[in-house]
C-alpha cells in the first residue's frame, strides 16, 4: 500500500530532485540511528514526502552533506543532516510498517506468511521503541488496523467506507507534523485525504491480482460485473474517487502556505499523485492491448 507518493521527475529542477533524494537519504539515516538498520527497510516515498513537509512546517535547521552509506558503498550521496527535524516521521512510518506487515499476514495463505513474518520480527524492536516514545498515536493506529480487518472480513463493497481507516490513520499521523492547531487541523485533513488516495490508488492497482487470488478489494465486490472483471467501469469509478479527493487534497494544501521546500511540495501534490495513477492506467490499457493481440 506504498510507493504512490512520488515526485514528476521530468518538472523538477534537477537541484529540487537532489534536495527530494537528500530528505529520502536522511530520512533513511534517521531510521538507521534511531531504530537500527533493519528499521531502513521500512522507508517509502511516501513518508519522504511528509518527511519533506515535516521539515517544511518545523523549520529545523537542515545541510546537505555528502554521505557513504550500505546502499551506496562506493560513492558518498546528498544527505538531509538535521538533529530532530525527522525524528518523528521516522516513527510515524516504524509505527505504520509494522501495522500494515500484520494486516498482510491475515491475506495470507500459509507459505506466503513466512516472508511477512520475518519481516515483522526485524521491525518489532523498532516498533516498541517508536511507541514508548509516541504511545497515543501508536495506540490510535492499531485500533484503526482493527477496524480495518473487520471491515474486509465484512467484505465491505464500499471504497469510501473501506479507505476510511487508513485515511484516518494518514490524518492522525499528518496531524503530528505541526505544533500549531490551525496547522494540526489543516494536516489532519490532508493526511486523510492522502490515505483515502493511496488507498484507492492500491486497490486499482492490485484488482487482477485480487480476482486471482479472491482476495479482498471493494473496487472488485462494488462492482456488478464481478464475474467478467470489467475494468473499464473499475477504472472509471476509482478515477472518479481519486480525482474528487486529489481537488480536495489541493485546496486543503493551498491553505497551509507551505513556503519552504515548495517547488518539491507543489510538484508532488499537483502533478506527482496524478502522474502514478494515470501511470497505473496506462499500464492496464498496453497489458489488455497486448491480450486481445494475443487472441
Request: aromatic share 12%.
Amino acid at each position: 500500500m506504498f510507493g504512490y507518493v512520488k515526485p514528476f521527475k521530468p518538472q523538477m529542477k534537477i537541484c529540487e530532485f537532489e534536495i527530494y533524494k537528500a530528505v529520502y537519504c536522511g530520512l533513511c539515516r534517521t531510521l538507521g540511528k534511531k531504530y537500527g538498520v533493519f528499521a531502513r527497510m521500512t522507508l517509502s516515498y511516501d513518508f519522504a514526502f511528509l518527511g519533506i513537509m515535516a521539515l517544511a512546517l518545523n523549520g529545523s535547521e537542515a545541510e546537505i552533506c555528502p554521505y557513504r552509506c550500505i546502499a551506496h558503498p562506493l560513492r558518498k550521496t546528498p544527505c538531509i543532516r538535521t538533529d530532530t527535524g525527522l525524528d518523528y516521521t521516522a516513527a510515524a512510518a516504524s509505527l505504520l510498517i509494522y501495522h500494515k506487515i500484520k494486516d498482510d499476514l491475515h491475506d495470507k495463505r500459509f507459505l506466503s506468511k513466512i516472508p511477512p513474518l520475518i519481516m515483522l520480527g526485524f521491525t518489532r524492536k523498532a516498533y516498541k521503541k517508536a511507541s514508548a516514545v509516541y504511545p497515543e498515536l501508536s495506540e490510535y493506529i492499531s485500533q484503526q488496523m482493527k477496524e480495518q480487518v473487520r471491515l474486509e472480513k465484512d467484505n465491505c463493497k464500499s471504497i469510501d467506507r473501506a479507505s476510511e481507516p487508513f485515511s484516518n490513520i494518514l490524518g492522525a499521523i499528518s496531524a503530528g507534523l505541526s505544533e500549531n492547531n490551525y496547522e494540526k487541523r489543516l494536516l489532519h485533513r490532508f493526511g486523510y485525504l492522502l490515505g483515502r488516495y493511496i488507498y484507492i490508488t492500491d486497490a486499482f492497482d492490485d484488482v487482477e491480482k485480487d480476482f486471482r487470488a479472491n482476495g479482498f478489494n471493494p473496487l472488485i465486490l462494488g462492482n456488478k460485473t464481478v464475474n467478467d472483471l470489467d475494468i473499464s467501469l473499475i477504472k472509471t469509478k476509482a478515477e472518479d474517487s481519486v480525482n474528487f479527493t486529489l481537488g480536495a487534497l489541493a485546496d486543503c494544501y493551498v491553505q497551509l502556505g507551505l513556503k519552504r521546500f515548495k517547488p518539491i511540495t507543489d510538484n508532488i501534490v499537483y502533478l506527482g499523485l496524478k502522474n502514478v495513477f494515470y501511470d497505473i492506467i496506462k499500464k492496464k490499457e498496453i497489458k489488455e492491448a497486448e491480450n486481445e493481440g494475443s487472441l
